[in-house]
């Protein structure tokens, strides 16, 4: 036995505004000008740019050198360096030749892992949400460029995101809060041995980017010096997320 509904008017209006797809009409609120305008759409909500690191290159006629704290264009920033092989990444620039060449960081003669990092000297950020990172880059040979993470836990975290070979430089950008991610110890620079031996290495369960003291990256592989072998180039990074006050270690062990 079926039985008919009946809607009325305004019951049938309000079913139809809740399917609706989100869109400038559903924006409004009264005379369309005070905020809130409806929906609270996602994308209102882009963090904008905490940090861009374009790099200094070496002294005029200087074809390369070891990178250091002096080759940061943002005075905000610290370098760190890690892993056996972070002494070796190198600051480069070709001069004339390609013409347009950046000044740039090289991985080219690391003899082992090497990892590098941006630590803000005043706040950590939030990179959770619509958070992103975008960078122009250019890998060479199996390098695959990732992002790593140090939360203010102390905890390092490696995304599964990478950027692979090019056959020129390239930008591209992604979300940090929407990639998987694994432990990574740093001093070694390779993935933590985590989970069950029926897991092959434990993804990090719901990691909490809310607070992240330094962003870099790494490709976890030996340079195969200079040539067209194997080996990652960084021209710059921009981090796009909002600043966190960091709390001195002294006032979180109170």
Known sequence: MFKSIVLSG?????LTCAQQVPGSADRQNGNGKVAPFGFDVPQDHRPGLFYREDFKGPPQGIHEMPAAQQFLANPNLELKLYGPGGIHVQIDHHEGEPKDDPDFLWSGITPAPWAVAFRHREN??????????????????????????????????IGEYAEGWTPDWHESEFWPAWIRWRQLDIEKVVE??????YENGRWEPNPDLSNVEEVGFTDMMAGSGHGQGGWSRIDWVEVYGNPVKRIAASSKAK
């Not at 305004?10 to 309000?14: D, E, H, M, S, T």
């Not at 959770?128 to 992002?147: D, E, F, N, V």
């Not at 140090?150 to 390092?156: A, D, E, F, I, V």
């Open 124 to 157: 950590n950020v939030d990179l959770s949400g619509l958070a992103r990172i975008k960078w122009r880059t250019q890998q060479t040979g199996y390098h695959a460029l990732h992002p790593i993470v140090k939360l203010s836990s102390g905890r390092w975290l």
């Open 192 to 197: 933590m041995s985590t989970g069950t031996p």
């Open 10 to 14: 305004a019951a049938l209006a309000a």
